[in-house]
C-alpha cells in the first residue's frame, strides 16, 4: 500500500477558516519536502482572508496585502481548493470531515469579544470594539449594525492597536475615509457623524500599554483631530521609571518620547480632539431615563508589582465621572468553543499541544487527527506575521503525526466527494474562481471611486453578482 503523503495517495487536509492561520498552515504543507499534499479551506464568510479584510484598519491599505502572497503560495495551486460560504458546524459537521479527510486543521480565530464586567456594561450606547469594527469593514454578520454616532463624546476603553484603530477611524475626515475601502454605509455614517472628542482610556501607565510607536505616532498626525495628553498621567512612577530603565528597550523610551511629544503640544483647534488617558479604570457606565449611556465613573489607579513581577493596576479612592455618549469596549477578542471539542473555557481557546487538539478532562490524550492553529490556538495576539511561525508548529506536528501513523481514516479522501457533500449542503459555497471574480468586481468599483476596492457585504450581494 502507498503511504498516504506520498504520491498516488495525497494527504487530504480540511483547513477551517481562511485567515492568516489558515493560509500559513496551507503554505506550510503545500511546501513539505516530499509530500504529497491536498487541501480544501472551508471558509463561513463567503469572501476569503479573516480578519485581513474584517480586522485591519481600512486606512491601513498595505498592510492587506499580504493577500497577494497567500494567493501567490497557496491558492493559485492545483491542490488547493476553496470553499467559502460554508461553515462547519452548520454545513458540515466535524464528523462530515472526518469522513473526507486524514487531518483536520482549525484556523477559526477568536469571533467573539471579552466582557469588562462592569455595571452598565449593557446600557444603549455602550459597544464592543469587535462589533464596530467589523461593522466598519462590511462584515456581513455586522453591516446591519446601528451606532448612534450623532454622539459628541466618545470613549474607547483599552489602549492596544485595535483601540487605537477605533480611535483613529473615529476621527478620520469624510475625505480621507473616502479613499479607503471603508463598507460604503460606514462612510455614509462616519461623515454624517457629530463627535468632539474621543478618550482612550487604559488602566495602566504609558510604559504598559500595548500599541505600538508607529501606531501611537500616528494618532499626532490626523489632519481632523487634535491629539491631548495629561501631563500628570504620563509621568513615570518609580516602578516603571526602574523597569524602563532595566529594559534598556528604545522601542520603550521612544513610546516615551512620542506620548511626551503630544503632552508638550498646543491644539491647532481642529474639529476634534483625541485624548490619551492613562491609569483609569472604568467602574461603571452611568445611563440617563432612557438606559442609553450618559456616563462613564472612572477611578484613578496605581501601579504596584503583582505576582509574576508585571505591573498591576491598583485602584485609588480617586473617581472622576466622565460624560460620555458612545462607548466602545476594546479589551480583547475571544474564541468560541467548536462543536464536538474541548474547550479551555478561561482562555477561550482549543487546548492543544504544540497545534494537536487534546482533551485536558482525559489527561491531555490528543483527539486523533484534528489540530488548531492561530487565534483559536494561542489566543488573540500576536500580528499577521505572528501567525506563521505559529502554524509552522502545527504543520510540524501534523506531518510527525503522519509519520508515525496516526491520522484519520476517511471512507471517501477524494476531492470529489468532499467536493459533492458540500455542494449538497451549501449550493451558495463560494469557490476560489467565485472569489477572483468578486475580486475584480470589488477593485474595478473602487477604481470608478478612486478607492480600493468597494466591498460586498453579504452572501446574497455576492451571489447575484455571480448570477446565481
Ligand atoms: P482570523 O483572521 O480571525 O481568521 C479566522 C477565519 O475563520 C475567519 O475568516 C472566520 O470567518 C473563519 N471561521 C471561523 N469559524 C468558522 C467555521 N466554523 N467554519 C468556517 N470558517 C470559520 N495584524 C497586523 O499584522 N496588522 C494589523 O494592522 C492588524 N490589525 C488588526 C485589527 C484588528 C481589529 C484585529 C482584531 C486584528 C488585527 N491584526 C493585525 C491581527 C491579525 O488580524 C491576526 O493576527 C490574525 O488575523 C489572526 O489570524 P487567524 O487566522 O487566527 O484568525
Known amino acids: 500500500m502507498t503511504a498516504i503523503g506520498r504520491d498516488g495517495a495525497p494527504l487530504r487536509v480540511a483547513i477551517v477558516g481562511s485567515g492568516p492561520a489558515g493560509f500559513y498552515v496551507a503554505e506550510h504543507l503545500l ?13 463561513r464568510l463567503p469572501m476569503p482572508f479573516g480578519l485581513v479584510r474584517y480586522g485591519v484598519a481600512p486606512d491601513h491599505e498595505k498592510i492587506k496585502n499580504v493577500t497577494r502572497t497567500f494567493e501567490k503560495k497557496v491558492a493559485s ?3 488547493f481548493r476553496f470553499y467559502g460560504n460554508v461553515e462547519i458546524g452548520r454545513d458540515l459537521t466535524l464528523d462530515d470531515l472526518r469522513t473526507c479527510y486524514h487531518q483536520v486543521c482549525f484556523a477559526s480565530g477568536a469571533q467573539t469579544d471579552r466582557h469588562l464586567g462592569i455595571p452598565g456594561e449593557d446600557l444603549a450606547g455602550s459597544h464592543p470594539a469587535t462589533a464596530f469594527v467589523a461593522w466598519y469593514n ?7 449594525a446601528t451606532f448612534d454616532l450623532s454622539a459628541k463624546r466618545v470613549a474607547v476603553i483599552g489602549v492596544g492597536n485595535v483601540a487605537v484603530d477605533v ?4 476621527c478620520r475626515t469624510p475625505d480621507e475615509l473616502a479613499r479607503t475601502d471603508t463598507a460604503d454605509y460606514a462612510q455614509a455614517a462616519l461623515a454624517a457623524a457629530r463627535i468632539q472628542h474621543v478618550t482612550m482610556l487604559g488602566r495602566r501607565g504609558p510604559l504598559q500599554a500595548a500599541f505600538t510607536n508607529p501606531e501611537v505616532r500616528e494618532l499626532g498626525q490626523l489632519p481632523g483631530a487634535d491629539i491631548a495628553v495629561r501631563p500628570e498621567e504620563i509621568a513615570l512612577d518609580p516602578l516603571s521609571r526602574e523597569a524602563l530603565e532595566q529594559a534598556d528597550d528604545r522601542s520603550l523610551r521612544k513610546k516615551m518620547e512620542i506620548l511626551e511629544g503630544f503632552a508638550a503640544g498646543t491644539p491647532a483647534g481642529r474639529d476634534r480632539t483625541l485624548t490619551l488617558r492613562f491609569l483609569v479604570s472604568p467602574t461603571e457606565l452611568i445611563g440617563d431615563d432612557h438606559a442609553h449611556v450618559r456616563a462613564m465613573r472612572i477611578v484613578r489607579n496605581t501601579l504596584v508589582r503583582g505576582d509574576g513581577g508585571a505591573l498591576r493596576p491598583r485602584p485609588t479612592d480617586t473617581v472622576e465621572e466622565l460624560p460620555v455618549d458612545l462607548v466602545f469596549r476594546s479589551v480583547g477578542y475571544r474564541g468560541l468553543p467548536i462543536p464536538g471539542l474541548p474547550f479551555d473555557d478561561r482562555r477561550g481557546v482549543v487546548p492543544n499541544d504544540a497545534g494537536r487538539v487534546v482533551d485536558p478532562d482525559r489527561e491531555r490524550t490528543p483527539v486523533p487527527g484534528i489540530y488548531v492553529s492561530g487565534w483559536i490556538k494561542r489566543g488573540p495576539s500576536g500580528v499577521i506575521g505572528t501567525n506563521k511561525p505559529d502554524a509552522l508548529e502545527t504543520v510540524r506536528t501534523m506531518l510527525a503525526d503522519l509519520d508515525a501513523g496516526s491520522v484519520l481514516t476517511p471512507a471517501t479522501p477524494d476531492p470529489e466527494a468532499a467536493r459533492a457533500v458540500v455542494e449538497t449542503r451549501q449550493p451558495g459555497r463560494i469557490t476560489w474562481d467565485d472569489w477572483q471574480r468578486l475580486d475584480t468586481l470589488e477593485r474595478a468599483a473602487g477604481e470608478a471611486r478612486g478607492c480600493p476596492r468597494v466591498k460586498f457585504t453579504s452572501a446574497a450581494e455576492a451571489l447575484a453578482a455571480l448570477g446565481r
Open 31 to 43: 511546501a513539505a519536502d516530499g509530500r504529497t499534499v491536498e487541501i480544501d479551506m472551508y471558509e
Open 77 to 79: 495551486r492545483p491542490a
Open 138 to 144: 462590511g462584515h456581513p454578520d455586522y453591516r446591519d
Open 167 to 170: 480611535a483613529r477611524m473615529l
